[in-house]
């Protein structure tokens, strides 16, 4: 694994169908571990991928090691997501044209730890703000016990990393969504909180 064969391009529109199937495989493997612990499968991911390349404003980050896909990163208007996400803003009075909403990041393991991370988040925000029609960054993280069973012991949460970037925890943004944990046998319920990035040139500048 070279250091010189990993790149990083973004992606819109139509473009963005062509990588909808590896993206699928990929999502399937990152979010098997903890915390997400999610049964997908490629049928069901394809479809819920398809978003991105209908929707104008849309945006993925993708990281190749030579001409494989070993990590993404997704953008989409708030507006633009499902009923589930959107329901704490609307609950809240929030106007959610005015959000941009990073979906997900996922990366496979043995590249972690070399800084792609901040390449996701800037290229995402950088693309958020040349749209020039967002005033807020937003993102959600699931919610697990802190005794879960299932937490592996080197696990680190993200909060560090987003409070870093200039993200707000707000724990009155809560959306509930659906999905099959590994050895479930039918979908149950999942708490998700929402952090927010306040979008302006001074905050993305000064961005770590």
């Known amino acids: 694994m070279s250091q010189s064969n990993i790149k990083i391009c973004k992606f819109t529109g139509e473009a963005i169908k062509t990588y909808l199937p590896a993206i699928a495989r990929l999502r399937i493997e990152v979010f098997r571990d903890y915390p997400y612990l999610f049964e997908g499968n490629m049928h069901d991911e394809t479809q819920y991928l398809k978003k991105y390349a209908n929707c104008k404003d849309a945006v ?14 997704t953008g989409i208007p708030l ?28 990366l496979l393991k043995k590249y972690r730890g070399r800084g792609l991370g901040h390449h996701f988040y800037d290229e995402r925000e950088t693309h958020a703000q040349k749209l020039n029609k967002y005033k807020h960054l937003c993102l959600c993280c699931i919610t697990r016990s802190d005794d879960d069973p299932r937490k592996p012991d080197d696990y680190i949460p993200l909060d560090d990393f987003w409070k870093k970037r200039g993200y707000v925890k707000h724990p009155e943004l809560i959306c509930e969504v659906g999905w099959r944990d590994l050895n479930e046998e039918e979908n149950s319920t999942k708490s998700m909180i929402f952090w927010i990035k306040n979008l302006s040139k001074e905050t993305l500048t000064n961005s770590p």
């Open 60 to 73: 993925l980050v993708i990281v190749f090691d030579g001409s494989e896909i070993v990590g993404v990163s």
């Open 79 to 106: 507006e633009n997501e499902i009923d589930e996400v959107k329901k704490a803003f609307v609950e809240n009075d929030h106007d959610i044209s005015s959000y941009y909403y990073f979906s997900e990041s996922m």
